[in-house]
């Protein structure tokens, strides 16, 4: 099985910077796709990008799209979100999860969330 733990959430200001990591725990990891989702509140959670298992394929919403950057390093089982030009309408629970197929459309697997707060 697949276990992912988010991390690197917090509070940035309108206009910054945050870099979320997604660690990764399974040997079958490197033939997921993986993407993030977030969950504002009162609001259902939404898809923000994904990765293909090879890294060479991406998919971004299109309210992030040109602001965030999803990668992966498949040598340390790591998926990452860098997000910049951060608005207040970014905050949420920034999830990750993996599923097997490209594109993701098939999420099994889900880590606990990370805080993404951006103040005006």
């Known amino acids: 099985q697949v276990r992912l733990v988010e991390s690197g959430g917090g509070l940035v200001q309108a206009g910054g910077s945050l870099r979320l990591s997604c660690a990764a725990s399974g040997r079958t990891f490197f033939s997921y796709s993986a993407g993030w989702f977030r969950q504002a509140p009162g609001k259902e959670r939404e898809f923000v990008a994904a990765?293909?298992?090879?890294?060479?394929?991406?998919d971004y919403a299109d309210s992030v799209k040109g602001r965030f950057t999803i990668s992966r390093e498949i040598a340390k089982n790591t998926v990452y979100l860098e997000m910049n030009s951060l608005k207040p309408e970014d905050t949420a629970v920034y999830y990750c999860?993996?599923?097997?197929?490209?594109?993701?459309?098939?999420?099994?697997?889900w880590g606990q969330g990370t805080q993404v707060t951006i103040s005006s």
């Open positions: 999860g993996a599923g097997p197929g490209w594109p993701l459309s098939w999420t099994v697997y």
């Open positions: 990765v293909a298992p090879s890294g060479s394929s991406t």
